[in-house]
């Protein structure tokens, strides 16, 4: 069964300082991986998507990387503001369909 | 993106009633929609896939007597909680893909308390 793991579970930054969140996972048998961001009490709201065969995606001040033969993902965030504050989450979708997700890394972004 | 509705964002039902849930795709046709239930501080577990016109498929240690999943149109999905206990109080939520292992878009997710 797939396992997904998010490093660290919490960080809190000041603004305007870079970050990088992490997510690896067990079987490397993956179709893709997508970033997620949920806010308190919300739904998920997609960040990037990255297909099994592509290296990395950019949106914005996000850059995610994917290493599919190590089994690892890193969400960047440049230039972090408060409004970036949230849980991010990391989940990828398998043989198996569904999406496996992580625990998350809940992200505060001090002024 | 594609657009996910869900409705009631928020309910409270008494212990033993029961719950709808429903689950739209607004702008798009999904043959496939996906439940999940998260916990407090707990990631989203996947409680059953929701195949349109044909019997969703639950995950191990998910009721389909208590959790019934009824996927009638290409655009609706709905979750009826059955006879709902306070253990059942959770975030539920929903996903549709466009097609197949493309991106994944999420509803705005159900708070349900169980008193």
């Known amino acids: 069964k797939q396992e997904v793991t998010q490093i660290p579970a919490a960080l809190s930054v000041p603004e305007g300082e870079n970050l990088v969140l992490n997510c690896s996972f067990t079987?490397?048998?993956?179709?893709?991986l997508q970033w997620f961001r949920q806010d308190p009490g919300k739904g998920l709201t997609s960040l990037l998507l990255?297909?099994?065969?592509?290296r990395e995606q950019t949106s914005g001040r996000l850059n995610a990387s994917l290493d599919k033969s190590s089994g690892r993902s890193t969400l960047y965030i440049a230039a972090s503001q408060p409004g970036d504050s949230a849980t991010y989450l990391c989940?990828?979708?398998?043989?198996?369909?569904?999406?496996?997700f992580g625990k998350g890394t809940s992200l505060l972004v001090t002024p | 993106g594609a657009v996910v509705s869900q409705h009631p964002s928020r309910v409270i039902c008494k212990s033993g009633t029961s719950v709808k849930i429903e689950c739209r795709s607004l702008?798009?046709?999904?043959?496939?929609m996906f439940w999940y239930r998260q916990f407090p501080k707990q990631s989203l577990m996947l409680m059953a896939t929701?195949?349109?016109?044909?019997?969703?498929?639950?995950e191990q240690g998910v009721e389909k007597d208590k959790f019934l999943i009824n996927h009638a149109s290409l655009t609706l999905s709905t979750l009826t909680v059955t006879s709902a206990h306070p253990e059942d109080s959770s975030f539920y939520i929903c996903?549709?893909?466009?097609?197949?292992?493309?991106?994944?878009?999420f509803g705005q997710g159900t708070r349900l308390t169980v008193v």
């Open positions: 996903s549709a893909e466009i097609t197949v292992n493309t991106e994944a878009f």
């Open positions: 989940a990828v979708k398998d043989s198996g369909y569904a999406l496996n």
């Open positions: 929701s195949n349109e016109g044909s019997k969703a498929t639950y």
């Open positions: 702008d798009f046709q999904a043959t496939t």
């Open positions: 990255i297909q099994s065969s592509q």
């Open positions: 079987d490397s048998a993956i179709y893709n």
